[in-house]
């Protein structure tokens, strides 16, 4: 190539969730791509030459000075573009203020690859074919898996969409499935793991005498399955077993604050606010079991920190848990909506001899370390948006 | 026999969010009894809407105190005025109570000033709706020198405390005399220190004339099971999902059919798809009263698996249609249907149960079902009708 690569990062806000910044800071390392970001600046970003910012913060004249230098820009410099581009909006009727502000300075710019973090803005963004620009869709979880089950129109527009993007990135062979669903075409998908970087943490030595601490983190979602987890620690409880659950950024839930009190279960189960990443991984590792009692899931990070921090994990068989996780190898799957199922894979747990417990924390950390390092997730993207750019 | 309205003018002030709309019919059937027993009503809310004020009594309602800045400087500006001028022995009274319990100058102001409107007026009682909307009103009645009445609902007395801890502190060592719907509310509002002579059980009501079966409907060949409910967590709709799965499992030839809506409809229609049940069942949105009769007339078992749960009009509705009722044991339910004799109870949190209730209740002969059903029916009509709840009511505020 005898230029660099222009690839634009879109998840709406500067900066995005953990996991696309870490894209984004991957991608930058190569010296083919010049990663280019656009959206509204939620904090101050600190970052390297090769990632270009043109975004807006959340203030009028921010905003207005933005709108204006880049329809000077294109008005100048761009004009039939600009034009075929208002044409384009005000025949959809939605020729305003907002959208001029998010798509002129892309217009402007004009990657090669615009990357969508987000199924739901794919009906915003469509144009970008029309203007030279690739289009690459990231398909994560909730947005593909689940709110277009009740959802519809959602579902149709994905129908009618989804078959004119040039090509899928999935964090999950599961994702990829349902992808197929609203007409993705499978050739277009490609499956890239997420990548975590390693960390090592020291495992707190003070041992309780035969408690399990179980552990589980995330927002108090029901997709999360929590109210079956709280029905399985009644069964534990009712058995007498000795265990400690807690939850991660999931207290001031009513839903779950009640069923805890109604099942009795205010001496074993408790919850906590959200904590910082450093916090939460430490809790993760101060535990002796990971527990992911969701109803669907992309891929859960969190469990994939939990295998690398060799904490246990017992996953419900959703999504694309089963890729990671195998049974009795290194972790333990049960189904989902079965609170007795993991009761009982629990107190299985329970059981395990150290040998047997180090075996399944080890071959969990292996797993990570192959299949979920960074550097297979940064060469997978690589890899797919350089092939996207030379089948031109 | 109802009472002699004319030994009675007192002045009932009732405290409510917003003006009831029309489907809520108890408010609606309650302050219209009073009204028929010769009460004066006086209705206080937070905010009134277009054609609230056509409501047939005195309205009331808050000043707008979280509009844009100018506009809640100059409420506050006018609350105070009147506060003053208007009513300034009430108003000093009421900032005295607030500063006896323990509450800051600034917080007892502030509470004088957002409360001005309850502050006004010259009433006998003074009865909140709801337990949440006596919290930092608990020394209005004081104040005013009338007697005080809360009303707990169930997720007001179960859910709200969870959320807003002490929130009942306050008001928990006044005087005041409470009315809850079920006498499982009633043990667990003593458990709070609450003496039983002031805790007064009146269970809600329904219109009998109006939910009475026909019987000129044809009834499905296949077993049509039905709820009505908000579709809300602790409706406990995902248990019995998950109870009509194995229904499915059974291979029995029946339909099931929620008619409600709420904030759960993504999870539920989740649950429905994940439980490959979607055939099986049907969400109808929210529907008028006659759509609901009419879907009660046409089905045969009616399903309430709550997981928190007051009393609940729905049940009795569906009682006093001639529907075989099977209910959780959340707090009030098992009041309103009696195992075995009206109906069938079933713990919560268990569809197993729950769905192999429903196939016992299926397999049930004729007459035995008849028996139920006309235990049910005689029972609803006898015990939760209007002029039941009215004269209670009427009892509740001269006793």
């Known amino acids: 190539m005898g230029h660099r690569l222009k690839v634009a990062i879109f998840s709406g806000v500067i900066p995005s969730s953990t996991f696309i910044e870490r894209l984004i800071n991957g991608l930058a390392l190569s010296d083919d791509i010049e990663v280019q970001m656009f959206g509204m600046l939620q904090s101050k970003t600190q970052y390297g030459k090769q990632i270009k910012v043109f975004g807006y913060r959340n203030n009028k004249w921010s905003k207005l000075i933005l709108l204006l230098k880049y329809t000077v820009l294109l008005t ?10 208002d044409q384009l909006l005000k025949s959809e009727n939605r020729l305003t203020l907002l959208n001029r502000l998010k798509f002129y300075p892309v217009l402007w710019h004009q990657p090669h690859i615009f990357h969508l973090q987000w199924a739901k803005g794919l009906k915003d963004w469509i144009w970008v074919r029309d203007f030279d620009m690739k289009l690459v869709l990231s398909l994560r979880g909730t947005q593909i898996n689940q709110s277009p089950v009740a959802d519809k129109e959602l579902a149709n527009d994905y129908k009618s969409l989804f078959p004119h993007v040039d090509a899928f990135h999935s964090v999950s062979k599961d994702i990829a499935e349902q992808a197929q669903k609203y007409a993705a075409k499978k050739e277009n998908i490609k499956v890239i793991y997420s990548g975590i970087e390693p960390m090592t943490l020291q495992k707190s030595q003070k041992k ?39 939850i991660i950024g999931a207290s001031k839930n009513i839903e779950l604050a009640y069923q805890i009190q109604d099942l009795g279960l205010q001496d074993c189960v408790k919850l906590f606010d959200t904590m910082p990443f450093e916090k939460v991984q430490q809790a993760i590792c101060n535990s002796d079991l990971f527990l992911l009692p969701s109803l669907n899931e992309g891929l859960a990070n969190v469990v994939l920190e939990s ?16 890729e990671v996780v195998s049974e009795s190898i290194n972790g333990f799957i049960v189904p989902i909506r079965d609170s007795k199922a993991m009761s009982e894979k629990i107190l299985e747990i329970s059981i395990l001899s150290e040998a047997e417990r180090k075996k399944l924390t080890e071959n969990a950390f292996t797993t990570v370390r192959e299949q979920h390092n960074t550097k297979q997730m ?6 797919l948006y350089k092939e996207l750019h030379d089948a031109k | 026999m109802m009472p002699n309205s004319k030994t009675t003018s007192q002045t009932i002030g009732i405290v409510l969010s917003t003006v009831p709309r029309y489907s809520e019919t108890f408010f609606r059937n309650k302050i219209k009894g009073l009204q028929e027993n010769g009460f004066d009503v006086v209705l ?20 707008n105190y979280n509009s844009s800045r100018l506009k809640s400087l100059s409420n506050i500006t006018k ?15 009421f900032l005295r109570l607030e500063r006896k319990d323990g509450l800051s100058l600034k917080n007892s102001l502030r509470n004088t000033i957002v409360n001005e409107f309850l502050l006004r007026k010259k009433i006998d009682w003074l009865h909140f709706g709801f337990g949440m909307l006596s919290s930092n009103r608990e020394n209005i009645a004081q104040a005013i020198a009338a007697q005080m009445a809360v009303s707990f609902r169930g997720f007001d007395l179960y859910l709200s405390p969870l959320k807003h801890k002490g929130c009942y502190q306050r008001l928990f060592l006044k005087e005041v005399k409470y009315h809850v719907l079920s006498h499982e509310m009633k043990t667990d509002l003593k458990a709070q220190g609450i003496q039983s002579e002031n805790i007064i059980v009146i269970p809600p009501a329904i219109n009998v004339d109006f939910f009475q079966s026909d019987g000129n409907v044809k009834k499905e060949a296949s077993i049509q099971l039905v709820t009505v409910a908000r ?3 602790k409706k406990g709709l995902e248990y019995t999902l998950e109870a009509i799965r194995l229904l499915k499992d059974s291979n029995i030839d029946f339909h099931y059919t929620i008619i409600g809506e709420g904030s759960e409809y993504e999870r539920l229609q989740f649950a429905t798809h994940q439980l490959n049940v979607q055939d099986h069942v049907t969400f109808t949105g929210k529907l008028p009263q006659t759509e609901v009769k009419k879907y009660l007339e046409s089905s045969h078992i009616y399903l309430q698996y709550s997981i928190q749960e007051g009393f609940c009009n729905s049940v009795l509705e569906a009682q006093a249609m001639g529907l075989l009722c099977i209910v959780s044991n959340a707090e009030g339910l098992s009041e309103n249907v009696l195992d075995q004799k009206t109906g069938w109870v079933v713990p919560k949190r268990q569809p197993e149960l729950l769905a192999q209730k429903v196939q016992e209740v299926i397999r049930l ?27 209670a009511f009427f009892k509740f505020y001269n006793r």
């Not at chain 2, 035995?368 to 005689?378: G, L, M, Q, T």
Request: aromatic share 10%; glycine share 4%.
């Open chain 2, 231 to 233: 579709l809300h967590w």
């Open chain 1, 378 to 383: 940064i060469n997978g993207m690589l890899q």
């Open chain 2, 44 to 63: 206080f809310v937070d905010y009134v809407e277009e054609g609230d004020l056509d409501f047939p009594c005195t309205v009331i309602a808050s000043a």
């Open chain 1, 76 to 85: 100048l410099f761009k004009r039939k573009a600009k034009n075929k581009l």
């Open chain 1, 307 to 322: 295998m690398m921090h060799k904490t246990l994990v017992l996953t419900t068989d959703c999504g694309g848990m089963s």
């Open chain 2, 365 to 391: 002969n004729p007459q035995e079902k008849r028996a139920i059903k006309e235990v049910a029916i005689k029972r609803v009509r006898e015990e939760f009708n209007l002029e039941q709840q009215n004269e």
């Open chain 2, 79 to 93: 609350a105070l005025f009147k506060s003053i001028f208007s009513h300034p022995k009430t108003s000093i009274r």
């Open chain 1, 208 to 246: 309780e005498s035969n408690v399990l601490k179980i552990i589980s983190v995330g927002r108090p979602h029901w997709v999360k399955g929590y109210t079956y987890a709280l029905d399985a620690c009644k069964l534990l409880k009712d058995k007498s077993f000795n265990f400690e659950y807690t």
